[in-house]
């Protein structure tokens, strides 16, 4: 059944802005009414159901997630990860921030995920789009979809892969573009979307020149690392010689 445009819109604010303000509150007071102090967002939604959408709690569920999937990853202080989209506190990973935290919602890294929340509800009211509340894969909502987008994954930097079966995963199968292999990769694991349209703009004299480049400044450094290296073999040499000399002349041994 179609829904009107913006349908969704106001009960997607309203869910947010209720879940920060009863954060709020609970840091001010000590006290909350439906937020689950034990989880994020996502496992909050149900417990913001508005009875006046008129869907079920179960559809409300479905709708209100692919909103927050959608909306979340928009918000600056995204951290790249679907589980943990809070960032942390004094270089805490998120994932560490999220597992360490009793209370999700309390403290400096409570504070980012009510700032996330703001962020998201500033995004919702200026950028509506109705497409957040339909439902999409997880490599969709990345912006990354099957044996069209080419990215590149922080293990395999030299690399670039093609997604070519999604799964609906946050595990889905990609092939490398460079050799014969492929393999199930962790979406968060992603480093870059690589514009390929760019990347066609170079001619293949353009390609080698930029080849030449790279060799030519690795070669500098590989001296320089060698030089270097021929300077710690030779004090490692004057100091075997003079930890000899003490042994020698004073009968003891550097510690």
Known sequence: MSVPANFYKPFAIKMFKDM????????????????ERSYGVCSNIERFHDAASGLTRG???EIMANVKNSVLPLTPSYTGSFHY???????????????????????EYGANRIKQC?????????????????KKTRANRA????????????????????????????????????????GYMDLDR?????????????????????????????????????ALQAIRDSLDVELKSADSMLALVHKVKRI
């Open 190 to 226: 992603i480093s870059e979307i690589v514009d390929v349209d760019k990347m066609k703009t170079l001619t293949v004299k353009q390609y080698l020149k930029k080849a030449e480049k790279i060799i030519a400044k690795r070669a500098k450094i590989i001296a320089k690392l060698d």
């Open 118 to 134: 703001k962020e998201a509800i500033a995004i919702m009211e200026t950028q509506w789009n109705d497409e957040w509340a339909v």
């Open 20 to 35: 920060v303000a009863e954060a709020e509150n609970f840091r001010e007071s000590g006290s909350y009414n439906r937020l």
């Open 85 to 107: 989209p809070v960032p942390g506190v004094d270089g805490m990973d998120a994932e560490r921030a999220f597992d360490r935290a009793d209370n999700k919602w309390s403290g």
């Open 59 to 61: 559809k409300w569920e």
């Open 143 to 182: 912006g990354i979809y099957e044996n069209s987008t080419v990215v590149r994954f922080k293990d395999y930097p030299h690399m670039l892969w093609r997604m070519d079966c999604d799964d609906g995963s946050h595990n889905p199968h990609f092939k490398s573009l460079c050799e014969s292999r492929g």
